[in-house]
């Protein structure tokens, strides 16, 4: 009984942990406090327990406490695992993480404390102290790759820089700080594109600030997830606004070029409606316009090419799913991992290529694939009301819809709808030559050459 005390820190801290990241580190330095105190009680536990079973129960205790003090947190790295590539995703980047940053240097420290309390001389003795010692190797590696920084390179005589505009992380970039300011508002919840638009879209550097925004929830945006219940599409144009006022106050400047992509296209264009005269221009690319309407197109063609292909698995899953909405990313994940092969599109990896985003520190590149899954599953469920035709009649701006020829074409075609409706000041449709639905990236010469052409159309609009 009393050597049962020895796992009672564990639970607490296990508790303790869940109450307080219950999605694991945010920042580099609660990642260290995670790593320092689960040694530290994993030595507690290894001396009052006196056995070596200390190293497998002290883990394990702080394991179920914590999962069930986050019972009520909502996301594919909190829930139970799924048996799909998100699902186990998830299981990486979320329970996977703590278990390198808590679990194994609880272990650890157990190991040392049992040892420390053992007098024997046996080869088994010697051998656990040396994989004990591999263990810690691996212990400190991990918690000195946690806080090294990213790696922001520098532009002479211009701006490079990481900064926050409160919990929204944002990549300054530009070769002169008096140049027009253009935000980039990404396309996937929790979306983090800093890797793209800076190697592809570098360019524009040299005509803008490029201002580049991780969404609520993804990179270094990640503190801003929780609390889910508020995470909304209301939430998003408001964090749209947010960011945009803290920009034009730093670069005192009346007016912004705002630039989004996919489904960043909602919270920004309701971020216009509401404040045209933040904005001298708006540029959609891949421009959402009815979501659920969308989807459901999507859905029926992705059944159709699965069907056409005899992948007899695919048909199965959609077929269990249903059309869409859903409620939550696993019954999108179908049509996302396979949107590639159905319209011949080449998105790519889009989600691990900005991970290794030099700018990103080992703790942000986490956050950016985390960050999108947990982001998507509390906020696309969401979007299922939205429907531009009814909702925005009329932008106040200069609006111009950037799709390529290779988009989904359902998108298109509810993109053409509310356009064909819809009032602004000037609007326009440009299409992208051999583009898929990331087509500024596709195409980054083409999306240059269009970016001029707005600045010199609304240079007297700034």
């Known amino acids: 009984m009393a050597r049962g005390v020895g796992l009672l820190p564990a639970l607490v801290w296990g508790v303790l942990a869940g109450f307080w990241r219950p999605r694991g580190p945010i920042f580099p330095i609660d990642a260290v406090a995670i790593l320092v105190i689960s040694v530290v009680v994993g030595v507690i536990a290894g001396r009052i327990v006196r056995s070596r079973w200390a190293i497998l129960l002290a883990p394990i205790f702080f394991a179920l406490a914590g999962e069930i003090t986050r019972v009520g947190f909502t996301g594919p790295t909190v829930d139970y695992p799924r048996p799909t590539a998100l699902g186990l995703l998830a299981l990486i980047v979320g329970?996977?993480?703590?278990?390198?940053?808590?679990?194994?240097?609880?272990?650890?420290?157990?190991?040392?404390?049992?040892?420390?309390?053992?007098?024997?001389?046996?080869a088994w003795r010697f051998v656990g102290r040396f994989v004990a010692g591999v263990f810690a190797l691996v212990v400190?590696?991990?918690?000195?790759?946690?806080?090294?920084?990213?790696?922001?390179a520098p532009i002479p005589g211009g701006i490079s820089e990481m900064a926050y505009a409160g919990k929204i992380g944002l990549m300054i970039r530009g070769a002169r700080a008096t140049a027009p300011v253009l935000l980039f508002v990404p396309g996937a919840p929790g979306g983090s594109e800093l890797a793209a638009m800076r190697q592809r879209l570098g360019v524009l550097e040299q005509t803008f600030v490029v201002v580049t925004m991780d969404r609520r929830g993804g990179g270094r945006s990640f503190g801003a997830l929780d609390p889910t219940p508020t995470f909304t599409v209301d939430d998003e144009r408001r964090t749209v606004l947010a960011v945009t006022d803290y920009l034009r106050t730093r670069f005192r400047r009346d007016k912004i070029y705002l630039v989004a992509h996919s489904g960043g296209t909602i919270g920004a264009t309701l971020a216009v409606q509401d404040s045209p005269d933040k904005?001298?221009?708006?540029?959609?690319?891949?421009q959402v316009a009815d979501p659920t309407?969308?989807?459901?197109?999507?859905?029926?063609?992705t059944l159709a090419w699965a069907r056409s292909k005899g992948d007899t698995a695919l048909v199965a899953r959609l077929t269990q799913v249903g059309r869409p909405p859903y409620a939550n990313i696993y019954g999108y994940e179908p049509m996302v991992l396979n949107e590639?092969?159905?319209?011949?599109?080449?998105?790519?990896?889009?989600?691990?290529?900005?991970?290794?985003?030099?700018?990103?520190?080992?703790?942000?590149?986490?956050?950016v694939?985390?960050?999108?899954?947990?982001?998507?599953?509390?906020l696309y469920p969401g979007v299922r009301g939205v429907d531009f035709r009814t909702q925005v009649p009329s932008l106040g701006v200069p609006?111009?819809?950037?799709?390529?020829?290779?988009?989904?074409?359902?998108?298109?075609r509810d993109l053409n709808l509310w356009f064909s409706a819809l009032q602004a000041p000037r609007k326009e449709i440009v299409t992208l030559k051999d583009a898929g639905h990331r087509s500024m990236f596709d195409q980054p010469a083409q999306f240059e050459a269009v970016l001029k052409r707005v600045l010199a159309e609304n240079a007297g609009n700034p």
């Open 95 to 122: 329970r996977g993480l703590y278990a390198l940053l808590a679990l194994l240097p609880m272990a650890v420290g157990a190991a040392y404390g049992a040892g420390s309390r053992r007098r024997s001389r046996s």
């Open 140 to 152: 400190l590696v991990t918690g000195v790759a946690v806080v090294l920084p990213g790696r922001v």
């Open 279 to 286: 904005f001298a221009a708006y540029v959609g690319v891949g």
């Open 293 to 301: 309407a969308s989807d459901r197109t999507q859905y029926d063609d």
């Open 340 to 367: 590639d092969a159905v319209y011949g599109s080449d998105n790519g990896d889009a989600l691990l290529e900005n991970a290794q985003a030099p700018e990103l520190g080992v703790l942000d590149k986490v956050h």
């Open 369 to 378: 694939v985390a960050g999108f899954l947990d982001s998507f599953d509390a």
């Open 399 to 412: 609006v111009y819809f950037v799709a390529g020829d290779r988009e989904v074409p359902a998108r298109v």
